[in-house]
């Protein structure tokens, strides 16, 4: 299997991110949710939850939850970049008038 190029192709793919781009939006996400969802923050002060967060179920939840931001984020991009597509493919090439020469 060969791996075309943007250059290659004559697509402008500014909107589509490498599966790399991708693993590393879903890490960060997952790790945001874990840590938003450790602490605890009362009048008395701050708790943290560690017994509860490391819980099997509770990281399947987190999981998910960044499983579906990853895969919103990837629909948008998708939906963004045929957007452009299709206007770069209707926009109209500026000919120069020929001014009698």
């Avoid at 996400?29 to 819980?55: C, K, P, Y």
């Amino acid at each position: 299997m060969t791996k075309t190029s943007a250059k290659s192709t004559g697509k402008n793919n500014r909107f589509l991110l490498t599966k790399k781009q991708f693993v590393l939006i879903f890490t960060v996400l997952w790790l945001h949710i874990n840590i938003l969802d450790m602490f605890l923050v009362t009048r008395r002060g701050a708790r943290i939850l560690w017994q509860e967060s490391l819980q099997l179920d509770t990281q399947l939840i987190h999981f998910i939850l960044a499983a579906l931001a990853t895969a919103c984020f990837y629909y948008f991009s998708f939906i963004a970049q045929k957007v452009s597509d299709a206007k770069a493919a209707t926009t109209p090439i500026d000919i120069p008038k020929d001014n009698g020469k």
